[in-house]
């Protein structure tokens, strides 16, 4: 059976890391991880864990973000 509305698998304001290395979100992931959940080498795409956040923004002093940058993890102020 065949739709013809599917739906995206990623979802916004979600940070997801490709097999490559690359930070993607829904806007920069491409056609095929938004729809698949996997990159067009067909590797998984995983959503990036609070922790990564938190180290992401100690070592490089600023909030992790998506390669097109229209999805930035702020962090709460503590």
């Known amino acids: 059976m065949t739709t013809d509305n599917p739906k995206p698998v990623l979802k916004p304001g979600i940070i997801y890391a490709a097999d490559n290395g690359r930070l993607i979100c829904v806007e920069c992931a491409g056609m095929c991880a938004k729809f698949t959940g996997r990159d067009t080498s067909d590797q998984r795409v995983t959503k990036m864990p609070?922790?990564?956040?938190?180290?992401?923004?100690?070592?490089?002093?600023?909030?992790?973000?998506?390669?097109?940058?229209?999805?930035?993890?702020?962090?709460?102020?503590?």
Not at 50 to 78: H, N
């Open 50 to 78: 609070y922790r990564d956040t938190v180290a992401w923004f100690q070592e490089f002093g600023k909030p992790m973000s998506c390669e097109c940058g229209k999805t930035i993890y702020l962090l709460p102020r503590s």
